[in-house]
């Protein structure tokens, strides 16, 4: 099947620093590509659209100048945490989607990336 | 406001009898609807879809049931295994105000399968 790979998969850094978060297809093209965040003990939360060769598209309430992505090629799209703060700890989770629309519409998830900022 | 819900939190069921998950959604634009399972620490694994022209749809111990009148659906686990003890989300699939298709999440039921 479909496999999307998210490095890195766990990430400790000092508060004030940037850190950059990878989405990759690996075995298909990825025209939308999509930015998760979970909280302890809720739902997935939809961060922001991402397709490729435009900019994203960020849900309210999610600073675009602080979480930054980039979808630079169908393959690849980029998630940078920056001058990120303790309040930004938390588990960041990319989909692919390999087709527009349903009914053939499965999203693939990578495998997240547990961010802890000290 | 919470589009797709996940009433229940938690589930507990003795395993090789029947786990059923529920789902109710209020947004009537959506038009395919998925299960993941999720392990600790990791990204959510698909499960199981069914498109909203359907009713049910059975992929071996996981079937999964929509009402499009009454805006449920479940999935039905049987028999259950211990291995099937995870935090299960629906989601639901729909044109979002951006022009794209969007998935919506529950906030998921965690399932644990007594041996």
């Known amino acids: 099947g479909a496999v999307v790979s998210q490095h890195p998969s766990r990430v400790i850094c000092k508060s004030g620093t940037s850190v950059k978060i990878e989405c990759r297809s690996l075995?298909?093209?990825?025209?939308?590509m999509f930015w998760y965040r979970q909280f302890p003990k809720k739902s997935l939360m939809l961060m922001a659209t991402?397709?490729?060769?435009?900019?994203?598209?960020?849900e309210q309430g999610v600073e675009k100048d602080k979480f930054l992505i980039n979808h630079a090629s169908l393959t690849l799209s980029t998630l940078t945490v920056t001058s990120a703060h303790p309040e930004d700890s938390s588990f960041y989770i990319c989909?692919?989607?390999?087709?527009?629309?349903?009914?053939?519409?499965?999203?693939?998830f990578g495998q997240g990336t547990r961010l802890t900022v000290v | 406001d919470q589009q797709v819900k996940q009433n229940s939190p938690s589930l507990s069921v003795q395993e090789g009898r029947i786990s059923i998950l529920n789902c109710d959604y209020t947004?009537?634009?959506?038009?395919?609807f998925l299960w993941y399972k999720k392990y600790p620490a990791e990204g959510p694994t698909f499960l199981i879809s069914?498109?909203?022209?359907?009713d049910k749809n059975e992929d071996g111990r996981f079937t999964v049931f929509l009402n499009k009148s009454a805006k449920h659906l479940s999935l039905h686990i049987v028999p259950s295994q211990p291995g099937d003890s995870a935090v299960y989300f629906c989601a639901a699939l729909g044109p979002s105000g951006a022009g794209s298709y969007q998935l919506t999440f529950g906030k998921g039921t965690k399932l644990s399968v007594i041996p």
């Open positions: 069914i498109s909203s022209i359907k």
């Open positions: 991402s397709n490729e060769g435009s900019k994203a598209t960020y």
């Open positions: 075995d298909f093209q990825a025209t939308t």
């Open positions: 947004n009537s634009m959506f038009d395919y």
């Open positions: 989909s692919a989607r390999a087709l527009t629309g349903p009914p053939n519409t499965e999203a693939f």
